[in-house]
T-cell receptor, first 115, second 112 residues
Framework: ETGVTQSPTHLIKTRGQQVTLRCSSQ?????VSWYQQALGQGPQFIFQ???????GRGNFPPRFSGLQFPNYSSELNVNALELDDSALYLC??????????????FGPGTRLTVL | GENVEQHPSTLSVQEGDSAVIKCTYS??????FPWYKQELGKGPQLIID?????GEKKDQRIAVTLNKTAKHFSLHITETQPEDSAVYFC???????????FGAGTRLFVKA
């Protein structure tokens, strides 16, 4: 069973640029959630994708967008990068079913630095 | 709005002692409460969870309690070991399971 993987591991961008982060979910999982974790803080929910549709969103502006593909892998896109976007971006996959609560398996994250 | 408060932010214990981390959530719509351990350079890893219809759950040295009336839940680690040193996060998941709200984290140091 393959765990959640993310790429790249580290990324440096400048303010105003755009970035795409990628996540491969754990085998058999159909749901992906993205989180932003600033240094010394807890992860903040960005959004969740279920069967290629956005299933819920946290308090993040529209310049944060995502995609989920038929193989359930996912991308997080951030436009017009700001300095405050510097953080660890985590994705987590789970298997949505009849139960509303399913264990999320997190990837190692992508460390984004905006200069 | 939805919020999870976590205390303490830092906790230092001697090996073999117990550690307790406490959390409070704001929205009564929360009904699933996972706890995560995050080691340096890694993503959070689920260590134990509790659902709203249960008051207590134990797994070896780790236990979690939930008081729905007071909106409090706590993590108890007994017989701590140096490898327990990490950052621990509590979280509350809202009905439907699509949104997880994390606490700010507790950095646990276990001194040998």
């Amino acid at each position: 069973e393959t765990g959640v993987t993310q790429s790249p591991t580290h990324l440096i961008k400048t303010r105003g640029q755009q970035v795409t982060l990628r996540c491969s979910s754990q085998s058999g999982h159909n749901t992906v959630s993205w989180y932003q974790q600033a240094l010394g803080q807890g992860p903040q929910f960005i959004f969740q994708y279920y069967r290629e549709e956005e299933n819920g969103r946290g308090n993040f502006p529209p310049r944060f967008s995502g995609l989920q593909f038929p193989n359930y892998s996912s991308e997080l896109n951030v436009n017009a990068l700001e300095l405050d976007d510097s953080a660890l971006y985590l994705c987590a996959s789970s298997l949505a079913g009849d139960s509303s609560y399913n264990e999320q398996f997190f990837g190692p994250g992508t460390r984004l630095t905006v200069l | 709005g939805e919020n999870v408060e976590q205390h303490p932010s830092t906790l230092s214990v001697q090996e073999g002692d117990s550690a307790v981390i406490k959390c409070t959530y704001s929205d009564s719509a929360s009904n699933y409460f996972p706890w995560y351990k995050q080691e340096l350079g890694k993503g959070p890893q689920l260590i134990i969870d509790i659902r709203s219809n249960v008051g207590e759950k134990k797994d070896q040295r780790i236990a979690v309690t939930l008081n729905k009336t007071a909106k409090h839940f706590s993590l108890h680690i007994t017989e701590t070991q140096p490898e327990d040193s990490a950052v621990y996060f509590c979280a509350a998941v809202y009905t439907g399971g699509f949104k997880t709200i994390f606490g700010a984290g507790t950095r646990l140091f276990v001194k040998a």
